[in-house]
């Protein structure tokens, strides 16, 4: 009989916990971004840590995201671990030059003799009506440019291994982290996220795929957000005499190629599940994969339900349309088990 | 800081390596300024004719402070201290470059000596507010020093950078190069003001604008902008104003150049008057510069051969290097 007693967190407690154990080990760790002094992170994702550690270390920056993120690159080749954070994904737009040609690429550029060991963090996601600049996912696109680490996780626990793992990474690692999974007061956020997790620190390495649930006739492959939805599907078509396995990819870069080609191996079916857009996206690279190393495992085609191609609305009902719901993820699977 | 001499020495480093660039460049190309053909691949920005900015102020850093560079950076390496063989093979291509072949000549890092730069018009002012915050924390007393183009100072990143460095208090110069042009656009058609130093009260820190492109000028202003930094008291923006002896890129015809806007600016050469002058103070005497003129050209033929002797990278290794290994 386990005598461990449950210590749930919500996502962004684990997360900030994360950060916090790794600045007490690390004097080099240090925090900055919008509003991730005081008030603890919009997302509160560093809440606490500006009573723990000061304003020397938990830094608030103006809004100036290619100076703050662009000084996360000088300090990080001069020694320091930043861990930044930029408030929504959908406002990199204004730093996307210091992310995507220096940041990504100067370790390459240097023959690898330059290293930039930070953290960059970002809210993602949608279900709240935040309309088309303030709900897109968008990890694809950070994925796509060579030399990023791209982390997302689906529960607390996870979140703390990863972001432990990612400032201890000596690249680039993007974080991002979904709205609705974190446990917020003020925003809808599923419980599924808030599991127990250690007091102790622990890192979950990259490029490891969790797969959340044994099934045999339907693999859905699926990250961040989507893995709680993808399970609560699962439920459904378990009803129906449907057992499906979920994957929770856990990170885009690395990508864990050995468990997508065994589940499909097991299953021969496969859906991806994906909450960004559709097209030239995560979707569309996994079933490229299973096209090209996994064809003939396969019974059925590869389907892939994710944001089609439109910017995601602001009414309840046309945003309710738009994002993968359980019900869909639930009548796709169906249709392809028929 | 260096003796005068050895300033000039530098300078002369600097423009022999430049002038043999121009004529290695268009080796084995034809026509004149094909980009695809020649020993050197890609394209070329040289920097004759704004050593004295280079100069002047890097005299005053240590190998530990930083420095970060725009797309024409050959001057401010050279004076930095990065290595001029392993320099030279990467902007080569070869193997035994700075980077492997990977960067090339807009993209040289040497973190020996904390030097980099970018091929992209103001992107390194962020990294160099960064880096002042690194040795701020160490308590090294180091600075950083970042180099852009006065076309540079309308970007976003410039003024960012500045209202960072002054809310930090960080060790870190904002050096603008004014050479007259963003490649075609004069300066009257870019800024809205006459001298960019005038943008530094924005942000509460000094701005100190140099006519003349006179190194000792430049020397002295860096030195109180450095030690000032180096003393906790935060940021400081020049603007030097200097002139570019070839095109924007090597091939570019100029023809946005009124019609002896070059020949004056030759006319006005800052090597020659940087020698007419340690000459008549009796710093340096003919045989002296004979001198220096044969061991510059010594230590650039060598770079050169060097590059040229270095083997081609192996197309496997384009796949390394993307990551970092723990």
Redesign the interface.
């Known amino acids: 009989m386990s005598t461990i007693t449950a210590r749930k967190l919500t996502m962004a407690r684990a997360i900030s916990e994360a950060i916090g154990q790794e600045m007490a080990r690390d004097p080099r760790v240090?925090v900055w971004g919008e509003d991730v002094g005081v008030y603890g992170g919009i997302f509160g994702a560093t809440q606490g840590l500006y009573q723990q550690f000061g304003g020397d270390r938990i830094m608030d920056?103006?809004i100036?995201e290619?100076?703050?993120?662009?000084?996360?690159?000088?300090?990080?080749?001069?020694?320091?671990r930043?861990v930044v954070e930029l408030m929504f994904v959908d406002f990199f737009g204004?730093a996307m030059?210091?992310i995507y040609?220096?940041l990504a690429k100067?370790?390459?550029?240097?023959?690898?003799?330059?290293?930039h060991p930070m953290v960059l963090m970002t809210a993602i996601g949608g279900g709240y009506s935040d309309a088309a600049q303030h709900s897109q996912t968008l990890y694809s696109l950070f994925a796509h440019v060579?030399?990023l680490?791209v982390v997302v996780p689906s529960n607390a626990y996870d979140a703390k291994g990863l972001m432990i793992s990612a400032i201890?990474?000596?690249?680039p690692v993007m974080y991002f982290f979904h709205k609705g999974l974190l446990g917020l007061g003020w925003m809808p956020s599923d419980d599924w996220a808030e599991v127990h997790v250690p007091e102790e620190s622990y890192e979950i390495p990259f490029g490891q795929a969790h797969v959340v649930a044994n099934g045999t006739d339907l693999s859905i492959i699926t990250i961040g957000a989507m893995v709680p939805k993808a399970m609560k599907a699962r439920d459904l078509l378990q009803r129906d005499g449907i057992a499906v396995e979920v994957i929770d990819l856990r990170t885009l870069v690395p990508l864990d190629k050995t468990t997508l080609l065994d589940t499909v191996k097991k299953t021969h079916r496969a859906l991806i599940v994906d909450e960004d857009y559709r097209s030239f996206g995560m979707s569309g690279e996994i079933a490229a994969i299973l096209a090209e190393e996994a064809l003939d495992y396969l019974e059925a085609p590869v389907r892939r339900l994710a944001l089609p191609d439109i910017p995601i609305p602001y009414s309840r009902v046309l945003e309710h349309a738009a994002i993968p719901s359980v019900e869909a993820i639930a009548h796709a699977a169906h249709a392809m088990m028929e | 800081m260096e003796s005068n001499v050895s300033m000039y020495r530098t300078m002369c480093l600097i423009r022999h390596y430049e002038d043999r660039m121009a004529e290695i460049y268009t080796e084995g190309k034809s026509p004149l300024f094909s980009i695809a053909a020649g020993p050197v691949p890609g394209e070329m920005h040289l920097a004759a004719g704004q050593e004295p900015v280079a100069v002047g102020v890097i005299t005053h850093l240590r190998p530990d402070d930083a420095v970060t560079a725009p797309h024409r950076p050959h001057h401010f390496a050279i004076a930095k201290g990065v290595d001029l063989r392993r320099m030279t093979a990467e902007i080569f291509g070869r193997s035994t470059g700075l980077s492997q072949g990977k960067g090339g000549h807009m993209h040289l890092f040497d973190p020996s000596v904390h030097f980099s730069c970018s091929g992209i018009v103001g992107a390194g002012f962020p990294p160099a507010v960064g880096a002042a915050l690194a040795f701020q924390r160490k308590g090294s007393g180091g600075v950083a020093v970042a180099f852009a183009g006065e076309g540079a100072a309308n970007q976003g990143t410039f003024h960012e950078s500045l209202n960072l460095a002054a809310l930090w208090k960080a060790p870190v110069i904002f050096v603008i190069e004014d050479n007259h042009y963003a490649i075609s656009v004069p300066k009257a058609q870019s800024t809205a003001v006459a001298d960019n130093s005038d943008r530094a009260r924005s942000y509460g820190i000094p701005g100190v604008s140099l006519a003349g492109n006179d190194v000792l000028a430049i020397s002295e202003a860096a030195a109180e902008a450095i030690a000032r930094a180096r003393e906790g008291q935060g940021p400081t923006l020049l603007e030097i104003e200097t002139t570019r002896f070839y095109g924007h890129f090597q091939g570019d015809a100029e023809a946005y150049l009124g019609a002896n806007e070059k020949a004056q600016w030759r006319q006005h050469d800052p090597i020659i008057h940087f020698r007419d002058y340690l000459l008549a103070h009796h710093m340096l005497s003919l045989e002296d510069d004979a001198a220096i003129q044969e061991e510059v050209a010594t230590v650039v033929e060598d770079a050169i051969a060097y590059a040229r002797q270095s083997p081609e990278p192996l197309p496997a290794d384009a796949l390394t290097d993307v990551f970092a290994e723990i």
Do not use: C
Request: aromatic residues 4%.
């Open positions: 240090l920056t103006p100036s290619s100076a703050f993120i662009g000084a996360a690159i000088g300090a990080s080749a001069e020694g320091l930043p204004v030059d210091q040609n220096h100067n370790h390459y550029m240097s023959g690898g003799s330059v290293r060579p030399g680490k201890r990474d000596d690249n």
